[in-house]
């Protein structure tokens, strides 16, 4: 299945007359748990046609993190500074880029032309580049989604068919959301960092922004306390429209009361000055859509069944 993947994946790039575009992996947030998982990780990547680059090295783990708070900086800079270089790869997430937003120049990693990816944590670094102009990528990153043993093939294909092509489309669906269509800047990511940036200098000021938001192992309580944090610092009045990805790994009690997603979400629909919008395949698990953060987009929903449609963002040429 992995072999098949990767064969479709050097055919897709060779039809976009591309030739073995070139991937820097860099660990600005936490360090790979599994010793192998680098190796495993530049493998399929080159299986995919791509040449790769290690800024990140294993055996500079500090703490929690993938290096000292210098050393990872210095390798955003190295992998943004790399005239060979065309796609900056997040490792993984965790923590750590909120240590080094201050020492960051978003200006020159902005203006460096390079195609930044990844989610979760990523998302500090992507708002900073928003901030100053810079569109970045919420996709895969090399942990775990070119390590696993078997390759989400959804996952892996939009994230190249985005990377590609000058437009890109996703769609999704949920039975209760609204029938809209609406344009706007296309923006977002994890949510627990968009409300630790609220307040701060890396939070752009997005006017009718299409905003999504994911996250993991957050109960629905907590994602609602964070909406309504977003609400209350006036990010949300903004909006033409909000997105919901992928909210897993929490979990219900009893102490709970019949109160769960669902009814969390009615909520908000009930409370917030904006649509919400559910469905959208993007976060922590296994299969998600890539997102051109900055991008022109569009949003139509009928029936319950939703397209957005991005376009005016930089692709691999």
């Not at 660990?27 to 790979?32: H, K, Q």
């Not at 680059?53 to 500074?81: H, M, T, V, W």
């Not at 953060?293 to 029936?303: D, E, F, Q, R, Y």
């Amino acid at each position: 299945m992995n072999a098949e993947l990767n064969r479709n994946i050097r055919q897709l790039l060779a039809s976009r007359s591309l030739d073995q575009p070139s991937i820097a992996i860099v660990a600005p947030s936490g360090y790979a748990p599994q010793a192998d998982a680098i190796e495993r990780g530049m493998a399929t990547l080159r299986e995919q046609g791509c040449r790769v680059r290690n800024f990140s090295d294993p055996e500079r783990k500090f703490q929690r993190f993938g290096a000292s708070d210098d050393e990872r900086i210095a390798q955003l800079y190295a992998a943004a500074g790399d005239p060979d270089v065309d796609v900056v790869l997040a490792l993984r997430g965790g923590y750590g880029l909120s240590r080094l937003l201050p020492a960051l120049d978003f200006s020159a990693l902005a203006a460096s032309g390079k195609l930044f990816v990844g989610h979760s944590d990523f998302t500090a670094l992507q708002m900073g580049l928003l901030q100053h102009g810079g569109v970045s990528f919420s996709g895969p990153m090399l942990c775990d989604d070119f390590v696993r043993d078997e390759l989400s093939s959804y996952t892996l294909n939009d994230f190249w068919q985005c990377l590609t092509q000058p437009e890109h489309r996703v769609s999704g669906e949920a039975a209760d959301n609204p029938d809209i269509d609406v344009a706007g800047t296309l923006w977002g990511g994890n949510l627990a960092m968009l409300t630790h940036l609220a307040g701060s200098p890396w939070l752009p000021d997005v006017a009718n922004g299409i905003l999504f938001v994911e996250d993991i192992n957050e109960h629905p309580y907590r994602v609602e306390r964070m909406m309504l944090q977003l609400l209350h610092a006036g990010v949300l009045e903004k909006q033409a429209a909000v997105l919901l990805g992928d909210f897993s790994g929490y979990r219900l009690t009893d102490y709970d009361n019949g109160y769960d997603f669902v009814r969390m979400v009615a909520y908000l629909r009930a409370q917030l000055p904006v649509p919400v919008l559910t469905g959208l395949q993007v976060g922590h698990g296994r299969d998600k859509a890539t997102l051109a953060i900055g991008a022109n987009a569009t949003l139509k929903s009928a029936g319950g069944r939703f397209t957005l449609q991005m376009s005016g963002y930089p692709h691999l040429a």
